[in-house]
């Protein structure tokens, strides 16, 4: 008598690994290791991942003290100028991101998700930011505005005076940065555990900010990690004398007829960095479709420059500026 073979046992072993991929949920690809022997050789080959911080579980962990864990990392982020003298982000714990994507041989292209953002803005403000990193900063681009208004032009809120806004624009700018360079030292352990990563992105539930490593960045990292060049500071990674180059409306109508007001766009790079041409396209590409990569390219070019752009700004000058401005 011939027994029954199952449906699954006739697919071959590549279009289930095209079904893991498309998945890409550690929570969910975790769960399948335990429907069969086949499926737990293979979930560790699937090489593209999502994993989201506060919800990722595995036989050994447990979700709420990986929230704790991460939320201690990000808690020096709030102090904009004092980074945590003693951070705990090179305390390896059993479910720390590092120890939970051991379980997979093969990633190449990996999306972690924060469960919430780095900043504290005042109400009404919001902030976008997107950063290339290798082993340090390679670019940052900011937008920011204040609200709002429908097509009528009309808000509940009273209207906004920006007289010493630059003060604000330099610290929200500020700000991105000290974010975004946190997240980049939470990735360490990460990018040294994986040497066939090929794509690297790191982003919060908000939607706030994303931190971003191509293929060259990763191997940058990796050879920064083996070389003991990996610089750090306070549970961030130390970023380079840039350059600001900024540009501020105090209204932007998007093509529905919705206002936004105090737009604030800031590229961020080091001084070593390209140019104008250069600025321009990372700005448009930064944030993709949506309202935020209209507003982008809604907003005059980048060429006015404020007093701070003409020269490179080092990371100790950073809490002298905004503390000259108070």
Not at 120 to 138: D, M, P, Q, T
Request: negative net charge; contains cysteine.
């Amino acid at each position: 008598m011939i027994e029954a073979m199952d449906g699954f046992d006739r697919l071959p072993d590549s279009l289930i690994l095209l079904i893991f991929n498309s998945i890409s949920d550690i929570k969910a690809l975790i769960r399948c290791r335990s429907v069969s022997k086949r499926f737990n050789s293979l979930v560790p080959q699937t090489e593209s991942l999502s994993l989201k911080v506060d919800c990722v579980i595995s036989p050994e962990s447990d979700s709420d003290s990986l929230f704790t864990l991460f939320k201690s990392l990000l808690k020096s982020i709030h102090d904009l100028f004092k980074p945590d003298p003693k951070p705990t982000a090179r305390n390896q714990t059993q479910n720390s991101p590092a120890r939970i994507l051991s379980q997979f041989d093969r990633i190449r292209d990996l999306q972690i998700e924060l469960p919430a953002g780095d900043l504290k803005l005042e109400k009404g403000a919001v902030i976008k930011w997107r950063a290339e990193f290798g082993k340090s900063l390679k670019s940052c681009v900011i937008l920011g505005f204040r609200r709002v208004a429908n097509p009528e032009g009309n808000s509940a809120d009273e209207e906004i005076d920006f007289t010493g806004g630059l003060k604000t624009r330099v610290v929200w700018a500020i700000s991105a940065l000290i974010a975004a360079s946190a997240r980049h030292y939470l990735l360490n352990d990460v990018v040294k555990g994986h040497r066939e990563m090929e794509r690297l992105v790191l982003v919060d539930r908000e939607g706030e900010g994303t931190v971003a490593m191509e293929k060259e960045g990763l191997r940058e990292c990796r050879e920064a990690a083996r070389g003991g060049e990996w610089e750090e500071d306070g549970g961030r990674t130390v970023v380079p004398s840039v350059r600001m180059r900024m540009r501020h409306e105090q209204r932007v109508q998007l093509k529905d007829g919705v206002w936004m007001e105090g737009v604030t766009l800031v590229v961020v790079r080091p001084c070593s960095g390209g140019g104008d041409g250069e600025d321009a396209e990372l700005a448009l590409g930064a944030f993709g479709g949506g309202i935020y990569g209209e507003a982008v390219q809604d907003v005059p070019s980048l060429g006015l420059e404020t007093k701070e752009q003409g020269r490179c700004v080092s990371e100790d000058e950073y809490g002298r500026l905004t503390a000259s401005r108070r």
